[in-house]
């Protein structure tokens, strides 16, 4: 059995890079299903999550080569089946950015409902509706999506509400519709613009993207070309709660600095100095903080990847704080693990209400990804040593993570314990 083991209560000095965006990585890679000729992709982060996104491309028939460990070559020109496989599709939530891609290109997809990380419920009915607009016909049968379209066409869809994975998704099926297709109330994440980006680089017609109207012109074919994944603006939020809950000073870098305003404000709020700079943010605790309130909300709201991180942060604050979660419905099951580390926290519905407390070493595990990641947290803010279980889920999202933290003063080993 693999753990990590965080030996905590040290303040953390230096600096650290962040890598590519995994949420953009996970579409923009299926996105390159789309191209006629070779894609250049840049800035690929190393983590589970992409290279199982990888291995179900090959799968479809496409070449795909590593130039370097955060460049890959894409070719998609001899795909041979619209099935991607089950094993993998099933495993992660953006699995089903491949059925955009694949009703682009082939008119016709079955890919399997998205897996990953349980917090809530993953409907896909706002990208079913998508597709059915764009003139696909559209089933669900024992766990799998069948969508076929002898030919797509532009069309208005207004997404009833916000959707990250509805917007990406249609964008992905309409670049070679004939016509033009107007998303309504479209979300405006930094990744969604990323991979608008990218479909223009390859020759698509895409614009509005980061506004709630995005606009896009099929073409009837996209070519080959180079393109550099932006940061992560999850990871680099990671990193600056970090710092902020174990105190130092650490200079965060490769960030977008604008990409982090919700977060940013929040942190001087609480008393936190938050020095930006133009591709680097520096994190400094000198004294006590104060407690916030925080509410997740679509970009540019206070981003829902975060609140778990934030919540192990504020579990260290003198007085009390209060933590709304606005877009899943389940997101707080990693709670108990805090709460086995001295934390005092009481949930009522979606809000989660803070008494800051002195915590302590246990034995954990990790529910999801950013449950893990605030595990990270609080172990190096806790007295004693956190060993925390389930570490693949953190494998998902962070590339390298005990080596990274090191650098940066984080007592964080990976053992293995006879199961």
Excluded at 163 to 178: D, F, R
Excluded at 262 to 284: A, H, N, P, Q, W
Excluded at 321 to 327: I, L, T
Aim: proline letters at 3%.
């Amino acid at each position: 059995m693999e753990k990590l083991k965080i030996t905590g209560g040290n303040q953390l000095f230096g600096e650290i890079a962040v890598c590519g965006a995994k949420n953009a990585a996970v579409a923009i890679i299926p996105a390159a299903l789309l191209v006629d000729g070779v894609c250049r992709i840049e800035n690929v982060p190393d983590i589970k999550d992409v290279r199982l996104i990888i291995d179900m491309l090959v799968q479809l028939g496409a070449s795909v080569t590593y130039v370097n460990d955060t460049t890959i070559e894409v070719n998609s020109s001899n795909l041979k089946t619209h099935i991607a496989p089950c094993d993998l599709a099933s495993r992660m939530r953006a699995s089903y950015y491949l059925l955009g891609a694949l009703i682009g290109r082939m008119k016709k997809a079955e890919v399997s409902l998205p897996g990953g990380c349980n917090f809530g419920t993953r409907p896909i009915d706002l990208h079913e509706k998508g597709f059915r607009a764009l003139g696909a016909k559209v089933s669900i049968e024992d766990g799998i999506v069948f969508a076929d379209a002898q030919e797509l066409a532009g069309n208005t869809i207004y997404l009833d509400t916000v959707s990250v994975g509805a917007t990406i998704n249609i964008m992905l099926a309409a670049v070679l519709a004939k016509g033009r297709t107007v998303i309504e109330n479209a979300a405006k994440e930094p990744h969604i613009v990323d991979v608008a980006n990218f479909l223009n680089a390859m020759g698509a017609n895409v614009r509005g993207a980061g506004t709630d109207v995005i606009r896009i012109t099929g073409v009837e074919q996209m070519r080959g070309g180079s393109y550099s994944i932006i940061p992560d603006q999850i990871e680099a939020g990671t990193f600056m709660l970090l710092a902020a809950a174990t105190g130092g000073n650490v200079l965060v870098r490769n960030i977008i600095p604008i990409h982090m305003n919700c977060l940013t404000s929040k942190l001087e709020e609480m008393g936190i100095g938050v020095t930006e700079y133009d591709d680097s943010i520096r994190i400094e605790r000198d004294g006590e903080l104060h407690g916030v309130s925080v509410k997740t909300m679509p970009y540019p709201g206070f981003p829902t990847d975060l609140q778990p991180q934030m919540v192990a942060l504020l579990s260290t604050v003198d007085g009390n704080s209060s933590v709304q979660e606005n877009v899943w419905d389940n997101r707080f099951q990693y709670i108990d693990q805090l709460l086995a580390m001295g934390a005092d926290i009481k949930v009522e519905g979606r809000r989660a209400k803070i008494t800051g407390a002195k915590l302590h070493g246990a034995e954990v595990t990790a529910t999801d990804l950013r449950a893990g990641a605030a595990l990270i947290i609080a172990g190096a803010a806790a007295d004693g040593v956190t060993e925390i279980a389930s570490p693949h889920y953190i494998d998902r999202g962070y590339s390298d993570i005990e080596r990274r933290l090191r650098s940066i003063g984080v007592k964080i080993e990976r053992i293995f314990e006879a199961d």
